[in-house]
């Protein structure tokens, strides 16, 4: 589909450029008529790349027979700082696994995916439930424990190609965009040149250095050898699993009749520490990614420590049910998104494990707000301010680190 002159919201365009995407791999077989039978609406929310909801493929005569009327076409953004063959290959590997939802077929901007009737993004109020809280976390548990990187190129690119050890790429990911970053001498506008000056890139470097040369130093001094130890990993080691990277309010879909969690947009996922994972969706409760928020975070519905440990206990019983199914290959092939209930009771052993794994959650969210504030500052040099104010966002994601590694220091 092509993008270049026009607008990403040129409904007439798109459609008349969709049209011609499938009629050329259709064999011609889609009547002239077919474009007029469809509706093309942008979908709102998504600040990375461009979303339409097309619609009407069922009243297309050639068509009546599919299973869906909408697909969800999208138009990618971030240019440069996604491979974009790598996360279209996961995100099908991730559908096989019933992880993702329906992978329909790739063009060279874009890709289109199945359309979750009935399902809407979370909105702030959802994740002030305890209940669904609790659900994203199973649901988070799910991912963690039940996808397994295909082996070959994908494996190699997100788990590395040393036998029996799971590269991490956070460190990398995080001194590249720092390098990025500094790269950048003008921005697109000389007020947003100015305004990229003031965040002290220089001083957010030391920051950057700081906390990967303590990690490092950290893993290198208490490894023991067994980062087994727990499904958390061991006292000093988090436990390494592919993450999601990215669990914002746009990225988590809840049925409205069943309450189920559909988790979406996996673009930032590769293997990570677990506990990254929860740093970043305890961080994204204060929002900021919405057109309307603008970039500015509301830091007073971070959640409380009693809402962390319970999302944690909860996490922990799910992967200790999804551990113990996967141990016997039947009852593995049989579960079905959570539905088949195995028992695992709360006891002292869950609590400790729970606390253990919102240790290693505390030292990330310190991370997780350098990560994303520097994905903001290169958006914002990439792409402009004019859509959404990255730099704002950058601005507030420092200066909660800095709040946070206070907090941090007097503890």
């Known amino acids: 589909l092509r993008s270049n002159g026009c607008q990403l919201d ?14 050329a791999n259709s ?21 990375t790349n461009a979303l339409f909801r097309v619609s009407g493929f069922q009243s297309i005569t050639s068509l009546t027979a599919a299973d869906f009327d909408s697909v969800l076409v999208r138009i990618f953004g971030a240019e440069g700082m996604i491979d974009r063959d ?17 992978y329909m077929g790739r063009f060279s901007n874009g890709r289109i995916e199945g359309w979750l009737d009935g399902y809407h993004p979370l909105q702030n109020q959802d994740l002030a439930d305890e209940a669904t809280s609790l659900e994203i976390a199973k649901e988070m ?8 990187v295909p082996e070959g190129e994908l494996r190699d690119h997100h788990c590395g190609t040393e036998l029996d050890v799971i590269s991490v790429g956070l460190w990398d990911q995080l001194s590249s965009w720092m390098e990025q970053a500094k790269g950048y001498s003008e921005f697109k506008t000389a007020k947003d040149t100015e305004r990229a000056r003031a965040l002290q890139l220089d001083k957010i470097e030391m920051e950057v250095q700081t906390i990967i040369q303590s990690f490092a130093a950290t893993e290198e001094e208490n490894d023991s ?3 087994t130890a727990s499904i958390c990993g061991s006292s000093s080691k988090p436990n390494v699993v592919f993450c999601h990277n990215d669990l914002l309010l746009g990225n988590i879909m809840k049925n409205k009749t069943t309450g189920h969690i559909q988790l979406i947009d996996f673009e930032y996922g590769g293997s990570n520490y677990a506990a990254f994972d929860m740093a970043n969706h305890f961080n994204e ?7 309307k928020e603008n970039g500015v975070p509301d830091y007073t519905r971070f959640p409380n420590s009693e809402r962390q440990t319970k999302f944690c206990v909860e996490y922990v019983k799910m992967t200790k049910r999804l551990e113990s199914m996967k141990s016997d290959i039947t009852d593995q092939a049989d579960y079905n998104g959570g539905q088949k209930e195995m028992v695992i009771e709360e006891d002292e052993g869950i609590m400790n494990e729970a606390i253990q794994l919102l240790s290693h959650v505390q030292k990330f969210i310190l991370v997780n707000h350098l990560y994303w504030g520097l994905w903001a500052v290169n958006q914002a040099a990439e792409e402009g301010c004019e859509e959404f104010d990255y730099l704002t966002y950058a601005s507030n994601r420092f200066n909660e680190y800095y709040v946070k590694k206070s907090e941090w220091e007097e503890k």
């Open 27 to 47: 064999g011609g077989t889609q009547e002239s008529s077919a474009m007029s039978q469809l509706s093309c609406t942008k979908v709102t929310g998504g600040i």
């Open 10 to 23: 040129d409904e007439v365009e798109h459609k008349k450029q969709l049209m011609e995407f499938f009629d």
């Open 86 to 102: 790598i996360e279209t290959s996961t995100y099908a590997a991730l559908c096989n696994a019933d992880i993702a939802y329906k």
């Open 225 to 227: 050898g067994d980062s």
């Open 141 to 148: 548990a799910r991912l963690h424990c039940l996808f397994d």
């Open 285 to 291: 409760y204060a929002g900021g990614t919405t057109t």
